[in-house]
């Protein structure tokens, strides 16, 4: 998951070194956390959180498999 998380995050950024993900993982979820840069946040988010909840739909998608549920955060 963090590595689709990933890849998604740096084909939209300008800088994509500053792309960051990290892992969270209890009993129940698994929480990953998005990091960019200052300036490429709106790009991640875009216009009326559009972007940002694609993002969800396919990490929560390729998660429908296992019993864990997944949540994105963009930090």
């Known amino acids: 998951m963090k590595e689709l998380v990933e890849t998604i995050a740096k084909a939209l950024v300008d800088s994509p070194d500053e792309v960051v993900v990290t892992e969270t993982e209890n009993e129940r979820e698994l929480v990953l956390q998005l990091h960019v840069a200052q300036t ?36």
């Open 40 to 75: 490429d946040m709106g790009k991640v988010i875009g216009k009326q959180g559009r972007i940002a909840k694609a993002i969800r739909s396919v990490v929560k998608a390729a998660a429908s498999k296992s019993d864990k549920k997944v949540k994105v955060d963009i930090i």
